[in-house]
Nanobody, 125 residues
């Protein structure tokens, strides 16, 4: 059974940093693009960032560009989201996602179809 398990969420003050991790199990995702999404209370889930299967491509939402960095360690079947200069508006449940298409060239924001359970990130002002 495929599982994506997020960790690293928590409470942080504005301007602080957090690093989220997403560990995949059940199969390898070394040939799949991985992404992060978030959902704030009362809002729809939105794209945060993504990384291609080989790390050659990354894509970020405008709201997090320059502050968030996504990376991956295929040997560990894990993807990371480094979040710096956090703002209260970054408060949300953050979800890890995987694209089921292997060896996709580039990234497609709508292609993510495996999902984790989410981890809460709260940024206080």
């Amino acid at each position: 059974q495929v599982q994506l398990v997020e960790s690293g969420g928590g409470l942080v003050q504005a301007g602080g940093s957090l690093r989220l991790s997403c560990a995949a199990s059940g199969r390898t995702f070394s040939t799949n693009a991985m992404g992060w999404f978030r959902q704030a209370p009362g809002k729809e889930r939105e794209f945060v960032g993504a990384i291609s299967w080989n790390g050659a491509f990354t894509d970020y939402a405008d709201s997090v560009k320059g502050r968030f960095t996504i990376s991956r360690d295929n040997a560990k079947n894990t993807v990371y989201l480094q979040m710096n200069s956090l703002k209260p508006e970054d408060t949300a449940v953050y979800y890890c996602a995987a694209d089921s298409t292997r060896l996709r060239i580039g990234l497609l924001r709508r292609a993510f179809d495996y999902w984790g359970q989410g981890t809460q990130v709260t940024v206080s002002s």
